[in-house]
T-cell receptor
Framework: EPEVTQTPSHQVTQMGQEVILRCVPISNHLYFYWYRQILGQKVEFLVS????????KSEIFDDQFSVERPDGSNFTLKIRSTKLEDSAMYFC?????????????FGSGTRLTVV | GENVEQHPSTLSVQEGDSAVIKCTYS??????FPWYKQELGKRPQLIID?????GEKKDQRIAVTLNKTAKHFSLHITETQPEDSAVYFC??????????????FGKGTKLSVKP
């Protein structure tokens, strides 16, 4: 079964540093997303991406965040200057055009720890 | 924007009993309501979903009901088993052009099934 792949699985960074979280969506999917989950809390929407541009973003997705699809396979989330409160699990997701069940798939996540 | 409320936050049942988790949403335009199961340290996994043109959907021991007028939807698990123990999240979104759009999640229900 096709999977959304995320790397690294765990990243530790110092406050103020830039981090890039990487995702490889399922190959025939057209819609890409980033979500985050602070430990013990709910999953929160960050941003959706379609046709090489951001289609929606939440209040969390401020100027410190950016997304990019640098080539035909990768989808990245960059945090320019990390804060302690950015520590969370970050999930990438992708979905297909039809949106049928199981078309929306989460990756296994990157645990970001800011120290 | 959309707001999803979920309750209870914790639920403990005996093996074999039924479990019911309830969610309400605020945006009447929402038309897609998935339920996710998340085991500790893992990604959310879709277990069932329902669209606003359907009032009820069942998949083996799991069923979801939707009341559009009252803007609430519920997850029903029958004949619970210890492996059903996990955190369950409801979500709501507006599907457009086939995409699930951004999913707004509830805060989660920690279900414990005691053998």
């Amino acid at each position: 079964e096709p999977e959304v792949t995320q790397t690294p699985s765990h990243q530790v960074t110092q406050m103020g540093q830039e981090v890039i979280l990487r995702c490889v969506p399922i190959s025939n999917h057209l819609y890409f997303y980033w979500y985050r989950q602070i430990l013990g809390q709910k999953v929160e929407f960050l941003v959706s991406f379609y046709n090489n541009e951001i289609s929606e973003k939440s209040e969390i997705f401020d100027d410190q965040f950016s997304v990019e699809r640098p080539d035909g396979s990768n989808f990245t989330l960059k945090i320019r200057s990390t804060k302690l409160e950015d520590s969370a699990m970050y999930f990438c997701a992708s979905s297909d055009r039809t949106g049928v069940r199981n078309g929306f798939t989460f990756g296994s996540g990157t645990r970001l720890t800011v120290v | 924007g959309e707001n999803v409320e979920q309750h209870p936050s914790t639920l403990s049942v005996q093996e074999g009993d039924s479990a019911v988790i309830k969610c309400t949403y605020s945006d009447s335009a929402s038309n897609y309501f998935p339920w996710y199961k998340q085991e500790l340290g893992k990604r959310p996994q879709l277990i069932i979903d329902i669209r606003s043109n359907v009032g009820e959907k069942k998949d083996q021991r799991i069923a979801v009901t939707l009341n559009k007028t009252a803007k609430h939807f519920s997850l029903h698990i029958t004949e619970t088993q210890p492996e059903d123990s996990a955190v369950y999240f409801c979500a709501a979104s507006i599907q457009w052009r086939g995409s699930q759009g951004n999913l707004i999640f509830g805060k989660g229900t920690k279900l414990s099934v005691k053998p």
